[in-house]
């Protein structure tokens, strides 16, 4: 298999797709069977070589098999996962980002980061781990049923930190596949990162668990494909009517904070937009946050995305001028950090 500088540095030959010219009135009365997208020749491909190259090299003879459906997800029972459409072409990752006010996945690292962590949960389909007796001390049982919500403990340490919103407390195995794919880093940074944490003996578990698996061809060799992207009927309208309502509980209770630093586009047209300000600030806004409160990037960066996306469902701007914005903008992102720790202080304790 090629390395992966080879894989880092692909680049695909898009089809020449005609919906790519569409406005979104009009890419949105389109059916998802009517794309006619492939993975193999979409801006997803190469990620997915990265991924397996990533396996390769920790020992794994197992590769998840992987197909473009209309989210992200990895079915009970089969040991793979889909990619959403969006990520196939620039015209839909912009759609997207239209349609949602952000693009989950949109850039490398973080496409890699989900797609590892549906890796895990192909795994614990490919070799069911999660019927063993030791797998269900770690981490529980599978069975337990799916919150419709769940409250995260922002200052555990008995999960890791990946995802956003502390996925890996949701459920047992958003835990496995959450550990799985911090594990997939390096063992002496993960070891590092998670130094007297409680977490670690459930890195410990999973590193050795994947030493006894790899080698081994996997129990389900099933490979099946479910909501194909070529097989919904769907209009991408319909999907994202759906979309909106399932996720409306959109993060409203810093809307005032918001509005003492940004103002609606109609108040200043021409004004620059805060979503694309905070974007642009991003590795400043960290370093500051980072240095300032000596907390884990995680939280970082759930303050900066909270504020991003919903900028954007707001339709906000900036007050005056880039120099004038980055002070505010900053103690902005300081009172949400400090209000998520505020609210869980009953669940400080380890």
Known sequence: MPSSRRHSSTRIALPDYRWAHYDDATLLNLRFSSLRLRLRNSLAWPDVERLYAELERRGFVFRPHVWLSTEWFSPDGVPGFAIPFYLAHPRLRQLERNMMGDVEGGNRKWRLRIMRHETGHAIDNAYRL?????????????????????????????????LGHWYAQSHPTEDFAETFAVWMQARARWQRDYEDWPVLRKLEFVDELMGEVALQPPRQRKRSVVEPLAAVDQTLGEHYELKKARYGGTERRYDKWMSRVFVPRARRPRAIAASRFVREIEPQLR??????????????????????????????????????????????????????LQRNRENYAL
């Open 287 to 340: 370093r500051l946050l980072e240095r300032r409160a000596r907390l884990h990037p995680y939280f970082v960066d759930h303050a900066i995305r909270t504020v991003r996306q919903r900028a954007r469902q707001l339709d906000l701007v900036l007050r005056g001028s880039r120099r004038e914005a980055k002070r505010p903008v900053v103690r902005l992102h300081e009172r949400i950090v400090l209000d998520v």
């Open 130 to 162: 999660r019927r063993r007796a030791d797998w269900r001390r770690v981490f529980g049982r599978a069975s337990a049923p799916y919150p419709d919500d769940y409250s995260p403990r922002p200052s555990s340490r008995r999960h890791v930190l990946h």
